[in-house]
């Protein structure tokens, strides 16, 4: 037997990452962690309510459908956010959280004898599709980004041979790592390239909600719910990363195919825990509260690195700041030589970043999210403003 490999950058990644930070822990240095995007500002009081209120004395397995109410609060999210009537019932399913959505939905729809297992995704990206096609014996298929096309995945651009070849399609914006946005005319575009040759186009809205710019950017459903679906996260936009809730929405025949799936996975979201992604999708305000926070950490920390000569390009939305490393840079790094062989990244950025975390600034290398990360490095906006000030009077003394 083979074990499907991991992928294996981003393994590589997190080790590296908690041993630099346990290293720093024991040297007593403070660490500004704008690696890993898990936001500290707290739930809502409402939400956290809404759960306890629900708990109730007998504990029974929750059910793949979810509770009607919560379908109908998603679905009444999106018809105020994008102005799109979604079919409680037929149309939305809730999910927990929506990695393990993103995770499964292959295993759910591509078939051991289906021809087309290309399974298309940007580099760089989250990791999650890349595991989905491995495990699910699909083929990966990492489609590069650059900054001079605005972080933009462009179907069209694969020519007709991968198309063909194409079961599932991501694209995700806000883009997870750069932040990078688009309009409504890139989703047009993409749909009909998707619908040309009949691949399912994913969305992954997980930071739909979350944008720095002063329009909110476009969904995919606004463009069609017939093949395509859209994956939503309460993680980033409510301060829930730790309930484990989001939805899957669009096309009812592919829903349809995944209420019969998806009860072979364990993922029926607790009837608690529905409760309280209820009373999130059902209000805005706290979003429009956690987006001015997002908003005021990036103008800080993009207005330093500016200032300092970094080059920030995407970082339009999502909880993200995007910055090319500095080339100047040819550092000396403090792995071993055995840990050599296996770093993701290059030596003059291996340079940048151990210098960065000598001084207790942890950041995620760019390639950690696939090969097209290469040269940059991601901000997340984790640590708070003040932190984001100590973090800054920290940077201004190291020398690069
Ligand atoms: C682009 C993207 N998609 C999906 C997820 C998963 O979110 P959830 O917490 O809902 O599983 C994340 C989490 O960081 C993400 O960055």
Partial sequence: MTPVAAPASTTYFSVVLDQAKEDLARRGVPIFDFGIGDPIEPTPPFIRQALIDALSPVSQYPTIVGQRRLRQAVAGWAQRRLDVTLDPDTQVLPAAGSKEAIFHLPLAIVGADEQRRRLVYPSPSYPVYEGSARFSGCIPHPVPLSEENGYRLELDALGPEVLSQTCIAWINYPHNPTGASIGLDYLQRQVEVARAHKILLCADDCYLDLYFTEQPPPGLLQVTQTGVLSFGSLSKRS????????????DARVIATLKRARPNFGVGSQDFVQAAATVAWSDDAHVAERRAIFRA?????????????????????????????????????????????QAPWSEAERGFFA????HGIVVSPG????????????LALVPSLEQIEQAIATWERITL
């Fill in 355 to 358: 210098r960065l975390l000598e």
């Fill in 239 to 250: 301060g829930m990363t730790g309930y484990r809730s989001g939805y899957i929405a669009g």
């Fill in 297 to 341: 950490k990036r103008d800080r920390l993009a207005a330093f690195l500016t200032d300092r000569g970094y080059d920030v390009s995407g970082s339009q939305g999502a909880i993200y700041l995007w910055v090319k490393v500095p080339t100047a840079d040819r550092g000396q790094a403090p792995w071993s030589e055995a840990e050599r062989g």
């Fill in 367 to 378: 390639e950690s999210f696939g090969k097209g990360g290469e040269g940059y490095f991601r």
